[in-house]
C-alpha cells in the first residue's frame, strides 16, 4: 500500500460540516460528488498534501446513516493509495482480512475502490483506492 490517500469523515449536514471545515482548514472545499452506489453526497478538501473526504448520507438506511446512528460524527474510514487494487485486495485477503466488495467498485473522485471489514482491522474501516486512468 503506498500513502493515505484522504481521510473520510461522516457528517450530519455537509453544509454545516463544509463551513466548518472551511474555518477549520482555512481553505474551501475544491469539489462535491454524489455517489449514488454508496448513498452519499461527499464534499473534498486539501490541507497541504493531505486530502479530507466529508461524507453525508442521502438515505436514512445508508451505511453514512448507520454509522452516525451508532457512533455520532467522525472519522469514518482511512484510505490508502494503491497501484494495482485487485492484487492488493488478493494478497489482503490471504493475510486473512475479511473484504467488503467481492471486486472493486466505482468510488467518488475517479477512483475504483474497495473496504477492508473494521472487524478484521482492529475497528478502522479501511478504503484501498486506484486512480481510474483517464
Ligand atoms: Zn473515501
Avoid: W
Wanted: hydrophobic residues 35%.
Amino acid at each position: 500500500m503506498d500513502k493515505i490517500e484522504h481521510i473520510g469523515i461522516a457528517v450530519k449536514d455537509l453544509d454545516t460540516s463544509n463551513r466548518l471545515f472551511e474555518k477549520l482548514l482555512g481553505t474551501s472545499h475544491y469539489k462535491m460528488e454524489e455517489v449514488l452506489s454508496e448513498s452519499v453526497k461527499t464534499s473534498f478538501f486539501k490541507s497541504g498534501p493531505n486530502k479530507i473526504e466529508l461524507l453525508e448520507s442521502t438515505d436514512e438506511d445508508g451505511p453514512i446513516a448507520k454509522f452516525i446512528a451508532k457512533k455520532g460524527e467522525g472519522v469514518h474510514h482511512i484510505a490508502f493509495a494503491v497501484d494495482d487494487i485487485v492484487e492488493e485486495m488478493k494478497r489482503l485477503r490471504k493475510e486473512g482480512f475479511t473484504l467488503l466488495n467481492e471486486t472493486p467498485k466505482k468510488g467518488a473522485d475517479n477512483k475504483l475502490v474497495a473496504f477492508v471489514h473494521p472487524k478484521t482491522a482492529n475497528g478502522i474501516l479501511v478504503e484501498l483506492c486506484q486512480e481510474i486512468e483517464k
